[in-house]
């Protein structure tokens, strides 16, 4: 269409899987995922999250990426282009909003990862030889609103200036060079964990599967996990997918994305439970995992002290191709639907999410006594979006591609790019058809139920 501006796309397929693989591997991997799986019985909850990665994540991340890339538009555009439906425009819109509120709060924590690769360099992990007195000094910081907003806002503006620069010279070329980074010092940190004296005890936790521990509740956590951790139900794929080329296949590069956060995932559960089961740690801490109980493995290994650098710009950088994820998602709706000039749009809708961003990190510390629900700001708005918008956004997705824009009319755009591999494998496109159509609407079902609580609820009426 003539007056369409010209859009811009990745320079290349690779750049593309890089830079969504870099939004799916973020603090979803490195800290939440090994901290869960200590809380839900190692192996055996490994093994119920790859069932979700396989059967829920990787369908709808295709579909996600497909609705992108079929519109070349934002979440919102993308659902007016293919319906003009008020109803399925405000499912995007709602993509946008949950952009807003995890960058807020993500950032947040992103910057406490970014304030300890200061504290690794300072030495100051080295008086601490209990989780106690690291969890100490961990809350000592957040509790300074000085400290917590200082580094909430430099991390806020690293993100700013990749997307101010653009998607090929932002956001592809600085996952690029972030992401081979990441893979090395996460090589490097399993390397480590893995030749510690007593390594082999975390281990064999990690592939020893304690059945026992499987319960409804740990597969609805399992699930909620693998949606958060590939960037599901919000248009963060979409919004990539829409910068990609016909020529490039989806079911290819939406498996290069899911192998690749799996094996970090896996990868950093390794290198973290050697760790702690080397030196007799619990593995079961909780969110407190990487920043309680890690510097204790820090203090007491062999090299801790580059070892914690490294690991925490890991976890920075992680966090960083995640980060500029949800900003595009904003800026995106902006550039496409007002007619917004990027760099402006960034400058504005950055410096709002910063001020939305506040009250989270106020949280731990002068506002810690306020509660919305029973919950402190930030839990709050974590729990609404992680738990309530991405579980929305991935059902309504699916059944948006099922019964809704419809196979028909899906499939010839899928076919776009991998030609070969239909024509080898038709088999692949049944497979995505039933994973979209029944299991994922219903499984998300079933996890959203659990969210809000009223699983319990027809549970105590039954
Ligand atoms: N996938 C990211 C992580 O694992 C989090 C994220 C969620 C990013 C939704 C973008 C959109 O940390």
Redesign the pocket.
């Known amino acids: 269409m003539a007056k369409e501006k010209a859009r811009e796309q990745w320079g290349s397929k690779i750049g593309f899987i890089l830079a969504a693989a870099g ?11 090994p901290y869960v799986t200590g809380q839900y019985g190692g192996a055996a909850f490994i093994l119920v999250y790859l069932i979700c990665i396989a059967i829920i994540g990787l369908p709808v991340l295709m579909g996600e990426v497909l609705i992108g890339r079929t519109t070349h538009k934002n979440p919102v555009g993308a659902f007016a282009k293919l319906t003009k439906s008020k109803f399925w425009m405000g499912i995007g819109g709602m993509g946008v909003v ?2 807003f509120i ?1 960058l807020s709060y ?1 950032t947040v924590v992103a910057g406490w990862a970014l304030g300890y690769v200061y504290e690794a360099i300072a030495g100051n992990f080295y008086s601490f030889s209990a989780p106690s007195s690291a969890g100490a000094h961990f809350n000592n910081l957040i509790g300074n609103p000085f400290w917590i907003v200082g580094y909430f806002a430099l991390f806020m503006l690293l993100t700013m200036g990749i997307v101010f620069s653009g998607v090929r010279n932002g956001i592809e070329k600085g996952s690029k060079i972030m992401m081979p980074i990441l893979f090395l010092l996460l090589i490097i940190l399993v390397l480590r964990g893995v030749t510690l004296e007593g390594a082999a005890k975390g281990i064999k936790y990690f592939l020893h599967p304690d059945w026992s521990r499987i319960s409804a509740e740990s597969v609805l956590i399992a699930m909620g996990q693998a949606f ?7 248009g ?2 979409l919004t990539y997918g829409s910068y990609m080329s016909e020529k490039d296949s989806i079911p290819g590069s939406a498996l290069s994305i899911v192998t690749l ?1 799996t094996l970090i995932a896996l990868m950093a559960g390794l290198a973290i439970f050697t760790g702690v089961f080397a030196y007799n740690l619990k593995p079961d801490a909780g969110p407190g995992l990487i920043f309680h109980t890690l510097p204790v493995v820090f203090t007491r290994m062999p090299g801790g002290y580059i070892f914690s650098i490294l690991f925490f710009i890991l976890l920075s950088l ?2 960083l191709t ?2 500029i ?2 900003l595009e ?1 904003i800026i995106a709706y902006f550039v496409d639907e007002k007619n917004w000039e990027r760099k402006k749009a960034v400058l504005v809708f950055g410096g709002i999410t910063f001020l939305l961003g506040i009250p989270s990190a106020l949280s731990f510390n002068v506002m810690s006594g306020v509660k919305f629900f029973g919950f402190n700001f930030f839990d709050f708005v974590d729990f609404t979006a ?1 738990n309530i918008l ?1 579980p929305i956004g991935g059902f309504f997705i699916s059944v948006f591609i099922a019964y809704y824009w419809g196979f028909k009319n899906a499939l010839p755009e899928l076919r776009k790019g991998a030609e070969r591999l239909f024509e080898k494998y038709p088999v692949v496109i049944t497979f995505w058809k039933i994973f979209i159509k029944y299991f994922a609407p219903v499984l998300i079902f079933f996890v959203f139920l659990n969210s809000v609580g009223l699983l319990k609820i027809i549970r105590e009426l039954f």
């Open positions: 939004s799916a591997i973020g603090l979803g991997n490195i800290w939440k995922f949950a952009g995890i993500y958060f951790t590939l960037s599901l139900g919000m963060a794929m956060d992680a966090a995640s980060t994820s949800l998602v992680a991405l």
